[in-house]
């Protein structure tokens, strides 16, 4: 057999289905839409379930992708065997109600072993074994024996996922050979060995799952077929393992070379090379994607991949960053396939650089606390670190387990793996909960499945304010009804309308829907993933039915608002892009009538400086009063044209680009201004962090920012008149009574200074006597912790020889100071345990050195009983 690469196996795959008059999808994004079920996307199919549920129309009845896809139920055996993968392609072609097993099953054996020229006396296949109608497609059509058709139960050959759309499955195997198997003379295709290994696998997706566990038969049949592109590449090179695959091996060898070490000679080693190998691939994948390192979610799944390959480099013994060099690797060898891979290259080097930093600093800050843990386990006379701690380490701190258990074993500590197990359960169960709370099912049922999805609402509202409509359909309480009365809140979905619905982070339009006898209010606009306009709102007078003509009006006022911040949020992105570096690319959006917020991705806070110049830049380009033009153009050109596309977006065919002159050009779906004049001008309110990588600005413009800076001058002026001065001469008249109250500040602190000294004698003479070392006990007046520590110390050191505990209440906060001569602490003084059991009387906290501590707390009706409790411990240290 000829041995193709995996990027000529991808090719040979799709144009093989495109000659079968399939549409060639580009693979979706890893990231889900609409789909609340997953966090990544796990399965060629995935993306596709609205078309195979009905909730949207396909492009096409016959569609082929290679999709990625991303599965980490068993990240822990990656790399320990040659098999286990979390990222991987795959191939599929897939029928939506149009071919079924007539086609696709001869199809598959075309493409084997006319297309790969397999030999056919190395393929066998099984159908499900009630599916006489494909065993018979097989035999009878295409031509093979009984002996090679096996017949398998529902465990091996029928797919369903809970209720929804499922089906028999039919599948295709290769015979590695006899030296690939056990030697069993029975051993045969379904045999636990790994000589007959399954490539292909064709979903006959013809039934409906009720809740009761009936079986349905669907209106449209469906083909959902999948085939591993790494497991079929290992089949076609005559390799064991997905990691000697050509382009995957060209990755496992930059690995090696990095690390100076050669694979295939000692397993640890091999386990990290797989590990990183693997990782690379999948943490590079998902950056380009827009997802960014956090700490929950698909974040976390990243966070997770990325650092537990930076480990294994340093088991590797590579002791600087290497993995965005790593990725670079994974771009040279999957770029051609994936694009996107070579236009964010920068950014995704970037974005992995900052996360392994981050990931080494941790590993320093977690070897310091795992210090502490150790020194605390010898010191209670104990031999294992808890799983508490254990857990903690990995939990808050990102430190790995075996680490954890590496440096432990160095220092004659062993470590609770059951105990942390347990805390790992326990935290992954309330991950779910948390999930199951907030998720729903990506099957769930269609509320506008009594509408008739081939009639979208017709959109004319980029040109149009109003127009005459017909009542399509009414929904109430979430079912169709035929009419709606007076007080009803209702959703109209109209044959055409010029509302704009909710999409691309731009809120719906709001307005009026009339006629004579006939006044709804809307209060948002959305719409269905088939294009149905849903005008959500209240009947305010009248009563109307389906059928109904109307005339819908938006409310012009509040849809220019809107338009000024939209617009202005490609100003922004622009100005963000030229002031900050091409990395930054938009994070989401929220477009209001009332004010505009951009989330972007950046690394670190922005100076003022910078945000002045980005201010300063876009209110320019409104001064320019630029012409903003529109043009709908398919995709493909759309992007070759430079407009920018936004991170996991879903494109159609035809996509509007909206350009600012020559100065900014994005696919955008939004409604927008004739010319940027008409923004009039452009105030950032503020630039904050929302997660690791990802920065938002909150802006405001036209009226909107007038108002902002009308209530900035009346602030102003009001601000002045309480200082008794204008407001032009009101900085100078704030200097001058800051450096007035600074003076009398300390006149005062002079005072009390004098005033203390004077009572120091009083203090010292009420001290107790213990076994020769003095303790005193005291409580001051209204002091903060500066002021209680410099008494603190002044009292030591006319003391001489001894322990003071003096307590303090300021703004209803507890202030507790320990201090000791260096005497009393040879004598077993320690002043951080002594504070740490009297803070918890006054309701807080603190700790410190043997010869000073501090804490603070929230109840000073306790402050007698801190007092007691510090006095009684004192006096028991004493030796």
């Known amino acids: 057999m000829r041995k193709y690469g995996m990027n000529e196996l991808r090719e040979m795959y799709l144009s093989f289905f495109e000659s079968k008059g399939h549409l060639r999808l580009p693979s979706f994004s890893l990231v889900p839409v609409n789909d609340p079920s997953i966090l990544l996307i796990n399965a060629g199919m995935t993306p596709l379930k609205p078309y195979f549920s009905g909730l949207e129309k396909p492009p096409s009845k016959r569609v082929t992708t290679c999709q990625k896809c991303i599965r980490t139920p068993d990240i822990e055996n990656v790399g320990k065997t040659s098999r286990h993968g979390t990222f991987f392609e795959m191939l599929g072609n897939f029928s939506f109600g149009d071919y079924f097993k007539k086609e696709a099953i001869p199809w598959a054996w075309e493409f084997m072993t006319k297309v790969l020229e397999i030999p056919e006396e190395r393929l066998f296949v099984s159908v499900y074994e009630e599916d006489d109608e494909a065993y018979d497609i097989w035999h009878k059509d295409v031509g093979l024996p009984h002996e090679k058709i096996f017949r398998f139960g529902k465990k091996d050959n029928f797919w369903e996922h809970g209720t929804g759309p499922c089906g028999p499955c039919s599948e295709i195997y290769f015979d590695r050979g006899p030296d690939k198997g056990c030697g069993k003379p029975d051993c045969t295709v379904g045999c636990d060995c790994d000589r007959f290994i399954e490539v292909w696998n064709n979903v006959f997706t013809q039934f409906d799952r009720q809740e009761d566990g009936s079986y349905v038969p669907l209106k449209n049949k469906n083909i959902d077929t999948g085939m591993g592109l790494e497991r079929l590449a290992c089949v076609m090179q005559g390799v064991d393992s997905i990691f000697e695959v050509d382009a995957i091996r060209a990755i496992l060898d930059a690995v090696c070379a990095k690390a100076g070490v050669e694979y295939g000679k000692e397993y640890k080693k091999d386990v990290s ?282 409310d012009v006022e509040n849809r220019l608002a809107t338009a000024r911040n939209h617009t202005a949020t490609h100003l922004l992105h622009k100005a963000l892009k030229n002031v900050l570096g091409d990395h930054v690319n938009q994070a989401g959006s929220l477009v209001t009538p009332e004010r505009l917020r951009f989330d972007f991705t950046h690394f670190s806070a922005i100076e003022p400086e910078q945000l002045d110049r980005i201010e300063k830049e876009i209110n320019e380009k409104i001064l320019e009063n630029i012409p903003v033009t529109v043009e709908e153009m398919p995709v493909e050109e759309a992007r070759k044209s430079g407009a920018m596309a936004l991170f996991g977006e879903k494109y159609k065919d035809m996509v509007r680009v909206v350009s600012v002159g020559s100065y900014s050009k994005e696919l955008c779906g939004g409604t927008h201004l004739k010319f940027t004049g008409q923004a009039g001008l452009f105030k950032i309110l503020g630039e904050s962090g929302i997660s690791a990588g990802v920065r938002r600005i909150e802006a405001l413009t036209g009226f909107n920012a007038l108002a902002y800076f009308k209530s900035r001058e009346d602030m102003l002026k009001k601000a002045a008149e309480a200082a008794k001065s204008s407001p032009e001469e009101l900085q100078h008249k704030i200097e001058n009574l800051s450096d007035e109250i600074k003076h009398l500040k300390k006149e005062i602190e002079q005072l009390n200074s004098k005033m203390l000294k004077g009572s120091l004698d009083s203090i010292i003479a009420g001290a107790q006597d213990v076994k020769g070392l003095k303790i005193v006990a005291a409580r001051m007046g209204d002091m903060d912790m500066n002021a209680l520590r410099n008494a603190s110390d002044s009292i030591r050191d006319k003391l001489g020889s001894g322990v003071v505990i003096l307590v303090s209440s300021k703004d209803e906060k507890v202030n507790l100071i320990v201090s000791a001569t260096q005497d009393a602490v040879s004598r077993g003084i320690h002043c951080g345990q002594i504070i740490k059991e009297a803070a918890a009387a006054c309701g807080g906290g603190g700790g410190g050195r043997p010869d000073m501590a501090q804490a603070g707390g929230k109840n000073p009706a306790g402050m007698d009983e801190a007092l007691r409790i510090a006095r009684d411990k004192a006096a028991e240290m004493i030796k």
């Not at 719906?508 to 004579?516: V, Y």
């Open 273 to 554: 090379i797989r590990v990183i190998t693997d990782h690379a691939r999948s943490v590079t994948m998902m950056v380009s994607d827009g997802i960014l390192p956090s700490n929950e979610g698909r974040g976390y799944v990243l966070r997770r991949l990325l650092r537990r390959a930076a480990r294994h480099g340093r088991l590797l013994g590579i002791n600087e960053m290497f993995m965005a060099d790593i990725a670079d690797k994974v771009i040279e060898c999957f770029g051609d396939a994936y694009p996107n891979l070579k236009e964010k290259r920068d950014y995704i080097r970037k974005v992995i650089s900052l996360e392994e930093e981050r990931f080494y600093a941790t590993i320093d800050q977690g070897t310091s606390i795992l210090e502490e843990y150790l020194e605390q386990v010898k010191s209670n006379g104990s031999n294992m670190l808890t799983g508490e701690m254990v857990f903690k380490l990995h939990d808050t701190y990102g430190f790995p387990l075996d680490l954890t258990r590496e440096i432990a074993s160095e220092k004659g500590i062993a470590i609770d793996e059951e105990g942390f197990h347990k805390e790992m359960a326990k935290q992954k169960e309330k991950a779910r909960e948390a999930h199951k709370s907030r998720v729903g099912s990506a099957w769930e049922k269609d509320l506008f499945e009594g509408t008739d999805k081939n009639i979208p609402t017709q959109f004319v509202g980029y040109t149009e304010y109003e127009c005459d409509a017909e009542i399509l359909y009414i929904l109430m309480n979430d079912a169709l009804v035929e009419s709606a009365q007076q007080d009803d809140q209702v959703t109209l979905i109209l044959d055409k309308t010029p509302f704009y619905a909710e999409s691309g982070g731009q809120v719906g339009d709001t307005g009026i829907i009339s006629n004579d006898s006939f006044r709804m209010e809307v209060t948002s606009c959305t719409k269905t993933t088939d294009d149905k306009y849903l005008h959500i709102g209240k009947v305010i007078s009248g009563s109307a039915m389906v059928g109904d003509r109307v005339k819908a009006s938006i």
